[in-house]
């Protein structure tokens, strides 16, 4: 990593029911953010926090986008991110964006993708609900298929990222899918690897094969971190927490394989920390640790 980071809040909690993840980019930098990547002599710069309504002051939206909760102000959010993420990123550094629910994927994905790019989605969902399949309404279950621009979100510019295609997307760490998003997976060429895989072949093969299918014809690499990938005993403070999820060891190699890519990481974002359901801190200062493996931490 010879680049600098630039870190963008965005604390949204409008994609989901369960208060508490606006708090996550506060709880992360709490949890050492800084110091993490001062110990890595990365120059570090702190944005500071997009602006989110509450959702008393947003409308849900529903009479126009089917079943999505509060769409136009996620818009509005997603939109201002891509801004801010396409500044940084033109500029030559690093966004390093801190959720807030996992509907902020959208504007993250849609400031770095202007070539073509490989995205690793490192979930417990596989967030390709829409609209018409969902059902919660919870945009935080959507962002994949927006991004991809599937059912109505092929009609909206904000969303839809045409440069990254289903066959650069890697999903890992799957356990909770939805049945609209499994006839999706069974017909698409996303690569979707399951916990069950990583059980099996280890986590090293899994995200070496996931990383070598999305980098094969892209020029660079968007990882997005939902911290429930991890099993809810390693990290219980997540919006929502699925048993049977990776290690802490698992998580941290994951993260490290990253690091020794050889396509240019261009983003990434780190989501789902809540810390109302937390302890101490617990989960926060794990994602801190996961960037910094991420971004070339060792051991020795």
């Known amino acids: ?10 604390p949204m909690d409008l994609g989901a029911d369960r208060r508490g ?17 001062d110990d890595l002599g990365i120059p570090c710069t702190d944005d500071g926090d997009i602006d989110v309504p509450r959702p008393e002051q947003s409308q849900r939206d529903a009479k ?22 396409r500044s940084i990123h033109d500029s030559g550094a690093l966004p390093l964006v801190l959720g807030g629910d996992h509907s902020i994927g959208i504007g993250t994905a849609n400031g770095v993708a202007d070539r073509p790019t490989g995205l690793l989605w490192l979930d417990a969902h596989a967030d390709l609900n829409t609209p ?31 440069m990254i295609e289903p066959e650069n997307v890697a999903i890992v760490g799957l356990r909770s899918v939805d049945s609209g998003e499994r006839e999706r997976l069974r017909s698409s060429p996303i690569h979707a690897y399951t916990m069950t895989d990583i059980d099996q072949q280890g986590i090293s093969t899994v995200i070496r094969e996931a990383l070598d299918a999305i980098t094969q014809t892209t020029e660079q690499l968007a990882v997005s971190l939902d911290l429930d990938l991890l099993d809810p005993a ?3 403070g997540v919006g929502t927490p699925v048993r049977g999820g990776a290690s802490y060891r698992e998580a941290h190699a994951a993260m490290e394989m990253i690091a020794t890519s050889e396509t240019e990481l261009c983003s990434l974002e ?20 996961l960037t910094a493996s991420a971004l070339g931490k060792r051991v020795l």
């Open 270 to 289: 780190l989501v789902e920390v809540n810390p109302i359901l937390d302890e101490s801190n617990q989960t926060a200062k794990l994602a801190c640790e």
């Open 132 to 162: 018409a399949t969902t059902p919660s309404g919870n945009v935080h279950g959507m962002p994949l298929a927006a991004i991809l621009g599937d059912g109505i979100f092929g009609e909206m510019e904000w969303a839809h990222a045409p």
């Open 64 to 85: 126009v986008t089917g079943d999505a909760k509060y769409l136009d102000a996620t818009r509005a959010v997603c939109t201002e991110l891509t801004e801010r993420v």
């Open 234 to 236: 390693e990290a219980p």
């Open 1 to 10: 990593m010879n680049r600098p980071v630039e870190l963008i809040g965005v």
């Open 21 to 37: 993840v606006d708090m996550g980019p506060s709880a992360i930098r709490y949890g050492g953010l800084g110091d993490q990547l």
